[in-house]
């Protein structure tokens, strides 16, 4: 079994900083990329960022590139999101999502989430 736990979200103000953090655990498990997706209230799930251990790709959805960060360390099953200039449109449920060679990213192991507030 596959254990995905994110921790890092808060009460921010437009403009600061939060850095996110994931850790997937599981005996045989390893992971092939690692992301994030959020989820505003009334709204869709949507992607966010990953990466891709075995190319060292990362990937972000516009809406974020040039402010969001990720990160991580492949062989501890760790990702990292580092967000600046925070908008309050990046107000959501922030979920990681770690995946094997076999998945997409998407049909991964998620965590329970952590809510990331941007107060105006």
């Known amino acids: 079994q596959v254990q995905v736990v994110e921790s890092g979200g808060g009460l921010v103000q437009a403009g600061g900083s939060l850095r996110l953090s994931c850790a997937a655990s599981g005996r045989t498990f390893s992971s092939y990329a690692m992301g994030w997706f959020r989820q505003a209230p009334g709204k869709e799930r949507e992607f966010v960022a990953a990466?891709?251990?075995?190319?060292?790709?990362?990937r972000y959805v516009e809406s974020v590139k040039g402010r969001f960060t990720i990160s991580g360390d492949s062989a501890e099953n760790m990702v990292y999101l580092q967000m600046n200039s925070l908008k309050p449109e990046d107000t959501a449920v922030y979920y990681c999502?770690?995946?094997?060679?076999?998945?997409?990213?998407?049909?991964?192991?998620w965590g329970q989430g952590t809510q990331v507030t941007v107060s105006s």
């Open positions: 999502v770690a995946a094997n060679v076999y998945t997409s990213l998407s049909s991964g192991y």
């Open positions: 990466i891709t251990w075995s190319r060292g790709t990362t």
